[in-house]
């Protein structure tokens, strides 16, 4: 009987942990866009022309929303670049310094995603970003078809990327 009393405690604190990380997550992702993802033309740190629109007609892109002062993106951040492996991934880099400022990082952390450079938080303000990292799933129509933001699992990212396509 008190092994029913512990598994249902156990199954209380996970649902009011699920609901709380659920609110959280919502309230941050609330500004985020709905439908259609905003245009998205820019240039990656290695000089390189990047469109968004173009990309999505390959397939689902992941567009993570990072900064080198982040602590949670430090957790985050292998997972997107071992995701960027086998899938297209776009990175923003949310006032992290030059652009020779993000690549050092990136070389020094070993990540391995086109990165764009965002050091005043204009292109992250245009998709209503409120906190890093974030993440946003476009699927092959260019619509949002998810928005996380916090710490996450590659797994979990691999799933929204499996229910885009």
Known sequence: MRWRQRLWSLVKFILLAGAIFSAVSWYHSRNMPKGMAP???ATDTRGQAVNLAEMTENGPVLIYFWATWCGYCRAVSPAVSQLAQDHQVLTI???SGSEQDV???Q???DLNFTTINDPLGQLSNSWGLQ???TIV???RQGKVSAVTS???SKWGLQ???WLAD
Do not use: C, F
């Open 137 to 139: 799933i476009v699927d």
């Open 131 to 133: 906190v890093t990292p």
């Open 150 to 152: 916090g710490m996450t």
């Open 93 to 95: 880099a949310l006032q």
């Open 159 to 161: 799933a929204r990327l």
């Open 39 to 41: 245009q998205m033309v």
């Open 107 to 109: 070389q020094k952390h």
């Open 103 to 105: 690549t050092n990082y």
